[in-house]
């Protein structure tokens, strides 16, 4: 509406509009005309020609926005343009003095409102000297009454079009506000992680931000306006049966939780759909989903409930342990006392050492209760995480189930790293961690056991250290750990292995929770990787600030 362009452009139009009118006026006339008439239309269709021409110019090659003195210069033409016009066509009977009022507005929206009463009163007293000179200086009523109903009309459309120009630049400025409101919105949807999708009622995708299109596995900025069932329901059936739901039956949905499946992988998000009822109009209805991957949140409750669940087992079995110790040592001693008795026939001696060899096994099972219910720091030294690992993979080389031809490989850290703990604990759970990757290997396989510094942002999602973090990375070319048993490893007493208590990597949580770290767990179709993330050890005073 206030677009200065715009206005020039109407001003144009018009100005050499009438210049050109007057001049067709006058040739069409040229024999009834007198020839003071004929040149006055002349000159001022051609200066209306050059003045027009040079203004355009002008305007197209200023590198900035033109100034006021530019908007001055045309409306003091014009209104000697119009002057002329009234001129020619008879003065105080003219019928197009009136064109100083469309001057005045013109004026009026491209400077300010003190800008627009200056070129009415210029040309007002225009008017007035031509009508004075062609009427050798008389004024008479009709002529005054005509002068005040110019003036008040020049007045009235100067505060008209001053009050229409503060409503186009509060328009603009709104206009402003709202684009800057927008670009922050976009900016918003487009960097949050959370994935956002708009459903209209065709079921048909209306919106996806870039995270959306990431999770989903499309490309956000072309995916508009596809079908739902191509765009959504072939990674998430779930997350599209809900918003089906919100478009149809108007149900939303809080804190549900879907499964997204890609070609790559699986992984499970939370979401929450809403509608939008555009003028209760089934045909406007939108459905609007906003979902996240929450697989570092199923890690960390995963880690949460393995401690809560571990602890309890713990104080079960030492509580067991220590009832069935006792009378299982009683039992050893009697019948290991009855088989060597004289009166013993053969069959009671080897029954005899059959149970004395069964209760060794029992008190071996018992003595693992309880090193996995005493697991505790019991000191909190500085020690050489690398060195420890070094040990404890020297040891797994040296063990016999590494005969198959299994190579331990170790990769030390450029320089020693430091951590608080007890490096008994440690050496105990790192070496049942490659000692289960050995076992877990083929035949001439290979496992490699690393141990490097991590910063805050190479700390795997899910896991939080305020400095940074140790790891300790244990991998295998195994086949890998089956799905279905994958999220049972840490649990007491479940094993794969023939003859196996199932308390290896539940006593390594434990140690590694002793130390305020965690272990986690990557497992795919070929090998294995478990990563022990331990905290690096605080400044002196740091704790106590």
Not at 8 to 33: D, E, H, N, P, T
Not at 202 to 225: C, I, K, S, V, Y
Not at 291 to 317: H, M, P, W, Y
Request: charged share 20%; proline share 4%.
């Amino acid at each position: 509406m206030l677009d200065q362009r715009r206005v020039l452009r109407w001003i144009y139009i018009g100005r050499l509009s009438l210049a050109s009118a007057i001049f067709v006026a006058a040739v069409l006339a040229w024999q009834a005309a007198e020839a003071r008439v004929t040149l006055i239309a002349s000159l001022a269709v051609i200066t209306a020609l050059i003045v027009t021409t040079v203004s355009v110019w002008y305007g197209a090659q200023a590198k900035r926005p033109v100034g006021r003195g530019f908007f001055y210069l045309q409306a003091v033409f014009d209104v000697a343009l119009v002057t002329a016009v009234v001129h020619v066509t008879g003065g105080q009977l003219s019928q197009f003095a009136a064109l100083y009022i469309l001057v005045t507005a013109g004026a009026s929206l491209l400077l300010p409102a003190g800008g627009g009463l200056l070129v009415a009163a210029l040309g007002i007293s225009c008017y007035i000297a031509d009508v004075v000179a062609s009427r050798n200086g008389a004024l008479d009523i009709g002529m005054m009454l005509q002068l005040t109903v110019f003036a008040g009309a020049a007045l009235g459309v100067a505060y008209l079009s001053a009050r229409l120009k503060e409503a186009g630049v509060d328009r603009e400025e709104l206009e402003a506000q709202l684009a800057l409101a927008r670009l922050q919105a976009e900016d918003i949807l487009r960097n949050i992680r959370s994935g956002i999708v708009t459903i209209g009622a065709q079921h048909r995708l209306l919106f996806a931000n870039p995270a959306a299109g990431a999770l989903l596995g499309f490309d956000h900025d072309t995916a508009r306006g596809r079908p739902m069932s191509e765009a959504i329901a072939g990674a998430c059936p779930a997350l599209a049966a809900a918003l089906d739901h919100a478009l149809a039956d108007g149900e939303r949905v809080t804190r549900g939780e879907a499964v997204i499946t890609q070609t790559s992988r699986s992984f499970p998000i939370g979401f929450t759909t809403t509608i939008l009822d555009a003028d209760e109009d089934d045909a406007s209805r939108s459905a609007t989903a906003i979902f996240q991957d929450i697989t570092d949140n199923k890690r960390l409750e995963e880690l949460r409930l393995r401690a809560e669940r571990l602890e309890g087992v713990a104080e079960l079995s030492a509580s067991l342990a220590h009832e069935i110790k006792n009378p299982l040592a009683s039992i050893r001693s009697a019948v290991e006392q009855l088989a060597r008795a004289p009166r013993a026939t053969d069959d009671e001696r080897t029954l005899g050492r059959l149970i004395v060899r069964e209760s060794d096994r029992l008190a071996r099972l018992l003595t693992e209760f309880l090193d996995f219910a005493r697991v505790r720091k019991t000191r909190g030294d500085l020690v050489d995480i690398g060195e420890i690992a070094r040990a404890a993979t020297s040891l797994t080389a040296s063990h016999p189930d590494c005969s198959r031809g299994i190579d331990v490989a170790y990769q030390p850290p450029r320089t020693p790293i430091l951590v608080e703990g007890d490096e008994d604990l440690l050496h105990r759970a790192i070496f049942n961690i490659t000692l289960n990757a050995v076992q877990a290997s083929p035949e001439n396989g290979r496992v490699i056991v690393e141990v490097s510094c991590l910063t805050r942002d190479q700390i795997p999602p899910g896991v939080v250290f305020r400095d940074g973090a140790v790891a300790l990375r244990v991998t295998d070319g195994g086949p890998g750990i089956p799905p279905a048993i994958k999220d049972r490893v840490f649990d007491p007493f479940f094993t794969t292995k023939p003859g196996g208590t199932g308390l290896g990597l539940p006593i390594v949580h434990r140690a590694i929770e002793a130390h305020r770290g965690c272990v986690l767990l990557d497992t795919g179709k070929r090998g294995t990787r478990f990563t022990v993330l331990l905290p690096l050890p605080q400044p002196a005073g740091a704790e106590a600030a």
